[in-house]
Structures are given as structure tokens and as C-alpha cells.
């Protein structure tokens, strides 16, 4: 191999190795993300929680509103709400 190129050969070795940090590093940003958006959901779901069983929101409050945001079935009958009418 000539010096010009053993030389291109490291630079793209390189190259290749900060690409892959850069890749890690968005990788591991993207999971703390979806991990501080669940966090979020969780403490939400227990602030409303501690509300309604302290009486400060009314129980039905809580169910009208989850009977129009719930889709799935499953979901649905976590919260004794009847199954949607799948059209």
C-alpha cells in the first residue's frame, strides 16, 4: 500500500468508529427520553390517583374522560369501562 493510502485507509477506520459513538450516544439519548416519558406517565397516573381517592376529583370525572380517550379493549377493562363498538 502507498502512505496515501494507508493514511486513507485509517482516516475512513476512523471515521467509521465516530460514526459508530455518534450512533451509541443518540441510541442512549433516545432510551433516556422514552424512560423520563414513562417516569412523566407514571407520576401523572399517581398524582390523578391520589386525587380521586382523596375525594378532590370525583371518581366519574376520572372515568368519563378516560372512556373517550381509551381505544383498545384491553386498556379499557383495566378501568371496568365496556369494550368500544369496533366499526
Do not use: C
Amino acid at each position: 500500500m502507498t502512505k496515501a493510502a494507508d493514511k486513507l485507509a485509517k482516516l475512513e477506520e476512523q471515521r467509521a468508529r465516530i460514526n459508530a459513538e455518534i450512533q451509541r450516544i443518540r441510541a442512549r439519548a433516545q432510551q433516556q427520553q422514552r424512560k423520563d416519558d414513562t417516569r412523566r406517565k407514571v407520576l401523572i397516573g399517581a398524582w390523578v390517583m391520589t386525587k380521586v381517592q382523596s375525594g378532590e376529583w370525583p371518581e366519574q370525572r376520572l372515568l368519563d374522560g378516560l372512556d373517550s380517550y381509551l381505544e383498545r379493549d384491553r386498556d379499557r377493562a383495566l378501568f371496568g369501562l365496556p369494550p368500544r363498538d369496533h366499526k
